[in-house]
């Protein structure tokens, strides 16, 4: 059926005005897209994600997924949980109840000092000069390491693709290898 917006004009306003508000929330959802910052990594965490707290708090916070069991090289105790949304990655716990944050594996929207996933080893070089590149995991895992020392402003560990030359994941305080 067609509807004449000449025959009916406060329909036609309507409608106009509809879509413009549409237009309008369309254009501010994707501003906060584009200018939501992504988290920071540091030495004690990422976001308010930190070493140490207990899979409790960090749940009650919706800051990490369901907890489940961990790397089975690690042993049966072993438990880990998804990083909640915008952050990608997961954390490790401790062993024995209560859980309690050991690492932290970013794979996406945080970067430390500028440097995120996709970054290359030259970056991390320039924001951490102490850091230094560890190539004895190139063919096992096919990542070379870049470790920043504590001494370096920070504990963190950099995986950067042999083959893209990337950063693919960021450790806090290490990378933890589970293959």
Known sequence: MFVSLT?????GLGLLLGVAALIVDAAAAHR??????????????VGNVRLGETYAMLRAQHLVGKITKG??????????????????????FTMTSPRKVTDIGVRGGATAR?????????KV???????????????????????????GRGELEFAVDTKTHKVMVIGIPLIAFCE
């Open 7 to 11: 025959a009916r004009p406060h329909l």
């Open 32 to 45: 906060t897209a584009i200018t939501a910052a992504p988290e920071r990594i540091s030495p004690a965490g």
């Open 71 to 92: 790397c089975e090289l690690a042993g049966p105790n072993a438990r880990s949980a998804p990083l909640s949304g915008p952050l990608k990655g997961s954390v490790d």
């Open 114 to 122: 500028g440097v995120g996933i996709g970054a290359s080893i030259a």
């Open 125 to 151: 070089k320039a924001a951490y000069p102490k850091a230094r590149v560890d190539h004895s995991t190139d063919h096992t895992f096919g990542v070379t390491l870049v470790r920043v020392p504590k001494t």
